[in-house]
């Protein structure tokens, strides 16, 4: 057995590893040739789950032919001659392992973890009361009805009546900045007038164009579609990025 003693200084070697139950499972691990078989273990312990007392060894060269068993604990890792590209491959023999059943790679296998619609509205704290506070600080004038076909056509007309074309303008929420492009009624969108704006930066969905349809032109990502009552027209420059930076 001495022509299986491969231990020079603090020699490592760079080992595939692969798992009996993760198939997914595989990773390059550097290891020390002076390391028992049992510290082998160890630190494999660490990275897949597989008990030190249930994990098996089998040593692999790089053509897929088995070079031993690593079945000595007490043998350094050098004693069965590993070279680089070589793989190891744990096998687990536990039955009850945490590795078993395939649950760590198929999440479809993990039991949900479900709750009423009663119990959730008693929860503080959620998505859900989030969205009601934020309705109820800052309404949908929409809401109150049905459906969009229930919205006229001159649905808010009357606050386009000072937003023109070309306005410097300023959109909530965000305080978003930019020049009015277009106002009026869009035929791809909820019935009622909107303001078509290109915002100074890349904030906005699209290029002007909306549902296949343009209403204006603009650079991609700094166009908007927004009701009239998000809109403030007036003194509202360019944002200078260095503004805020001090001196």
């Known amino acids: 057995m001495a022509n299986k003693l491969q231990i020079q200084g603090n020699e490592s070697v760079l080992l595939r590893v692969t798992h009996s139950n993760i198939k997914s499972f595989s990773a390059d691990v550097r290891f020390s040739l002076q390391m028992t078989v049992e510290a082998v273990k160890e630190k494999l312990w660490r990275k897949c789950g597989t008990s030190v007392d249930s994990m098996c060894l089998e040593l692999y060269d790089d053509s897929g032919a088995k070079v031993s068993d690593l079945s000595d604990n007490t043998r350094p890792l050098g004693f069965y001659s ?31 973890y479900k709750i009423s619609d009663e119990a959730y509205d008693k929860l503080d704290g959620t998505f859900r009361k989030f969205k009601e506070k934020i309705g109820h600080q800052h309404p949908n004038p929409e809401s109150k009805f049905l459906s969009y076909k229930q919205i006229p ?8 009546a000072n937003i023109k074309v070309g306005d410097r303008c300023q959109v909530e929420p965000g305080e978003k900045r930019g020049v009015v492009k277009f106002v009026g009624r869009a035929e791809t ?11 100074d930066e890349p904030l906005g969905k699209h290029d002007g164009m909306v549902k296949g349809k343009r209403y204006f032109d603009c650079p991609p990502l700094c166009g908007g579609m927004v009701r009239p009552d998000k809109v403030k027209v007036g003194d509202f420059p360019e944002r200078d990025p260095f503004e805020e930076d001090e001196i």
């Open 82 to 112: 590993p070279q680089d590209g070589f793989r190891l491959h744990i096998i687990d023999l536990d039955p009850s392992s945490v590795t078993s059943g395939g649950w760590l790679e198929d999440t479809s296998l993990v039991e949900k």
């Open 153 to 160: 056509d001159n649905y808010m007309e009357d606050l386009c």
């Open 189 to 199: 969108l909820a019935p009622g007038f909107w303001v078509g704006i290109q915002y």
